[in-house]
């Protein structure tokens, strides 16, 4: 598995439920979950970077990178699906429309008086957890967290430092969110998972639809639609949720690539089979992209990307180490972007298919030139910083 890419197109058809999940990403429903999310009063709009400088040395007209290394303070964007995940439950027991509270009316004794104790259990390999965590615990409840093995050492303090139980099992990812569900069942506990199956589909769909803020805002700073979107894979929870909205809010074709590591490319083998339904991959997916290493898609997620998807690249960790090399070390005017392994993947992907004559085809496929405007999105800072600095100071992983 020495290959630096792997790609593979998409011959599904685009058909299927095309609609069934959509709707649930229209600009109307977007526009609540935002509101929600607004209503915390440390809130701020993370920035979409224009990497103008770097544009125009690799040779296409735009490159755009939403970074979500600054939201809530936690150095990742996950925390928006697990909070309103966890609001839209409280919602739920109070028998409320999202719309009509705040965060701090949710904080509030009365509502506390009306609903209980309540404990929120999860799986992550570090920033789901964290934002897990950070919202039961601003919101008043517990949280315990549970990490697959070979999770950093850093990030798990990280959850621990946000007051809730945590700790790394000797399962893999896949493994340890059927372990916590058993968990979540045998205890009365509340499971906030972003992958659904067959009697768990609300939650996973509402932590979906808390991520469409990050993309609204993207869409509130552009002028032009992108033509190209590459994005992160793990379960797919994140790339259908900006996907769904994309492509509903600009009615035109983008180009949307996948990326994911070799180890862990779920969705790079589903492709491949070319069949309806997914292929799962499993072992233990040991990768620096600790953020995707994910076996098994989520359905819902599935569904949107088999759709829309024009090609899936499964990477080598070289790919992500050079990603934050590069976004790390800016060109001339262009703002420095500090991107952990799974947020710099798909940049370092993009990088590889620009400068190395091997992927000219690949290039040339999905018509990289002059005209195309890219966005990338950033999805963590550097959340293991012992590994960061080994990467980006002393060349561990380094492109070859």
């Known amino acids: 598995m020495n290959e630096k890419l792997k790609w593979v197109p998409n011959q599904l058809n685009r058909v299927e439920q095309e609609t069934a999940l959509l709707p649930y990403f229209t600009l109307e429903q977007v526009e609540k979950v935002g509101q929600f999310q607004r209503t915390y009063k440390q809130f701020e709009k993370t920035p979409l970077q224009h990497l103008n400088s770097l544009a125009s040395f690799i040779g296409v007209e735009k490159i755009l990178v939403k970074d979500e290394s600054y939201r809530y303070g936690l150095n990742a964007f996950k925390v928006l699906g697990g909070v309103y995940a966890i609001a839209q439950y409280v919602a739920n027991v109070l028998q409320k429309n999202i719309e009509e509270l705040s965060f701090e009316q949710l904080k509030s004794p009365q509502i506390k008086e009306r609903i209980g104790d309540l404990t929120f259990i999860s ?35 990280h959850i621990k430092n946000e007051g809730a139980y945590a700790e790394i099992t000797t399962m893999n990812y896949d ?50 639609a992108p033509t190209h979107v ?32 070799h180890v862990a490319n779920c969705y790079y083998e589903s492709f491949k ?16 992209m600790a953020g995707l290493a994910c076996g098994e898609p989520n359905p819902q997620a599935w569904q949107l990307l088999k759709t829309y998807t024009k090609i899936s690249i499964s990477c080598h960790e070289e790919m992500a180490a050079i990603g934050m090399r590069i976004l790390g070390n800016p060109l001339d005017t262009d703002e420095r972007i500090i991107a952990g392994e799974s947020g710099a993947a798909p940049f370092g992907c993009f990088y590889e298919i620009m400068t190395n004559e091997q992927y000219k085809e690949l290039k040339h ?5 002059e005209h195309a405007r890219v966005l990338f999105i950033n999805t963590e800072g550097d959340t293991d910083k012992e590994n960061y600095r080994q990467i980006v100071w002393h060349g561990k992983y380094a492109n070859e």
């Open 123 to 157: 799986t992550t390999d570090g920033n789901h957890g964290r934002g897990v965590a950070w919202a039961a615990r601003e919101l008043g409840f517990h949280a315990r967290i549970y990490m697959p093995a070979g999770s950093a050492d850093e990030r798990l303090q």
């Open 175 to 224: 493994d340890t969110v059927r372990f916590t569900s058993q968990l979540a069942q045998e205890n009365g506990w509340v499971l906030i998972q972003d992958t659904m199956w067959d009697g768990y589909e609300e939650i996973p769909l509402w932590i979906m639809q808390g991520y469409t803020t990050l993309v609204h805002e993207i869409v509130e700073d552009l002028q032009q």
């Open 230 to 261: 590459f994005l992160q894979a793990g379960v797919g929870s994140f790339a259908g949720a900006v996907v769904a909205f994309l492509q509903q809010f600009y009615e035109q074709e983008m180009t949307f690539v996948l990326v994911e590591p």
């Open 273 to 288: 089979a070319g069949t309806p339904q997914f292929v799962t991959v499993g072992g233990e997916m040991q990768t620096i």
């Open 365 to 369: 496929t999905l018509q990289l030139d």
